[in-house]
């Protein structure tokens, strides 16, 4: 809550516009708020510079950071975290966040976490989502009812898959060496394959996903947009990709997914497999504490929102042969999601 109360605010717009650092009394003007909460404005940044969300700057005359005037002589940079919450144009915010944090901290989904106890009590938890069980319908029925919510829902998508392919074909272009078509399975906009086909050229990319995504994909990509249901059919291609489609579905029917995805590589076993693109729990021994946190974090709200997960390396496994794979090989990035590449 103290991180959406910055966003209320605006603060990391107002630290950059401040020239990258603000004191508090700046942040107090530019939010437009009284100077009766300045004491409560101070408390909330002493929270999020804990938390690492912003950084402390002491000025030289200021000896005793707890003084009345340091309001004045105290200011907050930001911070990797913050510059991926900024709003404005330009270079410094095209890998922002924004629109994936804020609908997370927003009364819609934070509600229903009052009620889980209550959620895993009931018989029907495995078939019905706490979202559900709240709201009185599933998280995709809410996107699909709503313009709003459904742009949101697309700009969140493409604000984390902006910032998780340039990590992905930058740190790891091997994934994609001898592929020439790739289907990006449940792809929405395109903007993944949109990264691809610009990094390989020579990758004929497609994106499948449902006729009413289909309908609301953007002009002028030079992909090829294909309706589908993938637990149907898949075009065949030499890879498929599936980035952050898998946590949102239970383990069988991750299963079906992976079968119909098998079809459609298993007359290119040479070159063929899949690449997943999702959170693997505690795949590095010596992962940092807030890669660990943002994990268990993330698995409960997909619990919480739609019945999907996040995995261990085990379950995925476990997945992998139930559909009839083989092999499979996990690649770290430098984001919260590894590369996962399975074979038939």
């Not at 402390?56 to 005037?69: C, F, K, R, V």
């Not at 209550?118 to 979202?131: E, G």
């Not at 794979?325 to 996962?340: G, V």
Request: proline fraction near 5%; include cysteine; charge should be negative.
């Amino acid at each position: 809550m103290a991180l959406k109360c910055a966003l209320d605010l605006h603060i990391p717009d107002t630290i950059q516009r401040c020239g990258g650092a603000a004191t508090l009394r700046e942040i107090l003007a530019a939010s437009d708020v009284p100077a009766s909460s300045l004491p409560y404005l101070r408390r909330l940044m002493r929270t999020l510079t804990t938390l690492r969300v912003f950084m402390l700057s002491h000025g030289p005359s200021n000896d005793d950071p707890a003084a009345d005037d340091d309001a004045a002589a105290v200011s907050y940079r930001l911070t990797p975290i913050s510059r991926l919450l900024l709003s404005g144009g330009g270079d410094a915010s095209y890998f922002s966040q924004l629109a994936t944090i804020s609908p997370l901290v927003q009364q819609g989904l934070v509600s229903p976490m009052f009620s889980m106890g209550d959620w895993m009590k009931q018989h029907h938890a495995p078939t019905v989502s706490l979202h559900e069980m709240v709201h009185g319908k599933g998280l995709w029925e809410s996107v699909q009812g709503s313009d709003a919510y459904r742009a949101g829902f697309y700009d969140s998508m493409d604000a984390d898959t902006r910032l998780v392919m340039h990590a992905v074909v930058s740190e790891s272009p091997a994934v994609f060496h001898g592929l020439t078509s790739l289907v990006d399975v449940g792809g929405g906009r395109g903007t993944a394959a949109v990264a691809i086909a610009s990094a390989f050229p020579h990758i004929k990319c497609t994106v499948m996903d449902l006729p009413h995504v289909v309908a609301e994909a953007p002009s002028g990509t030079g992909l090829c947009f294909l309706t589908g249901d993938m637990f149907q059919h898949i075009p065949l291609a030499d890879a498929l990709l599936l980035k952050s489609i898998l946590h949102d579905w239970d383990d069988a029917k991750c299963i079906k997914i992976m079968q119909r995805c098998k079809e459609a590589i298993s007359a290119k076993e040479e070159r063929g497999k899949v690449i997943i693109i999702d959170a693997v729990i505690g795949s590095k021994p010596n992962d940092d504490i807030t890669c660990k946190e943002t994990h268990v974090l993330w698995d409960l709200h997909m619990m919480a929102a739609s019945n999907g997960a996040e995995r261990e390396e085990h379950e995925w496994r476990r997945i992998f042969l139930a559909a009839g794979f083989r092999d499979y090989k996990i690649t770290r990035i430098s984001c919260i999601p590894s590369i996962i590449e399975v074979y038939p």
